[in-house]
């Protein structure tokens, strides 16, 4: 089970405000890797208050504060150098960063609300026998392609159907023209959990 990073409350509990942190720490409060925060000291982002003799980073509760602040501009889908440029306008986000966000947000969702509706539309046409005999290997690629799926995609829907209805994946493979041997190899491949890409063309 993927471990879940505490949230704010549980991060201002844990940890008394005079405390001073180590990197380690400060990450495991935050569930951000060590790597994660010495890249945001190299690009700026969070520098630690202070160092120890031996030159080992400490952060304080100011530092605490600032990397929660990182951490829900984050989760609201902020890249790193707008996180910065708002930081560095005393922390109030500039409205058109947020607006631009927001407009971006909308974007996206239209896009997979879009890319959900072909694939159920092929979905539909395949549980009810009325997928052309026209379509073959290519068209099929070519379509998943314009619904925005790149070759990892393909690979997690072919294991996904495999898991689901393996006949009904046999059946459909062979539908496109693919020789049993080859939908074989691909139902083998969709049953682990690599979700391998097979010759490039995302089968």
Known sequence: ????????ERTAAAVHPGQ??????????????????LYYDRIGLLKPSDRTRAGYRCYNG?????????????????GLEEIRMILASAGKPPAAVLERRFHEIGEE????????GLLSRMLTGMASAKCPAAVDRDLWV??????????????????????RA?????????SLGIPEGEAQEIRTWSQSARNPVHNGEGF
Do not use: V
């Open 142 to 163: 070519e379509m998943l392609r314009a619904a925005g799926m790149d070759e990892a995609a393909m690979a997690r829907w072919h294991a996904e159907f495999e898991q």
């Open 62 to 78: 100011e530092d605490r504060r600032r990397l929660e602040r990182i951490c829900g501009f984050r989760r609201a889908g902020l």
């Open 1 to 8: 089970m993927q471990k879940k990073p505490p949230s704010q």
């Open 20 to 37: 001073s942190l180590t990197i380690s720490k400060l990450g495991r409060l935050f569930g951000l890797s060590r790597s994660a925060l």
């Open 166 to 174: 393996p006949e009904a994946h046999r059946e459909f493979l062979l």
């Open 109 to 116: 969702i239209r896009a997979l609300k879009a890319k959900q």
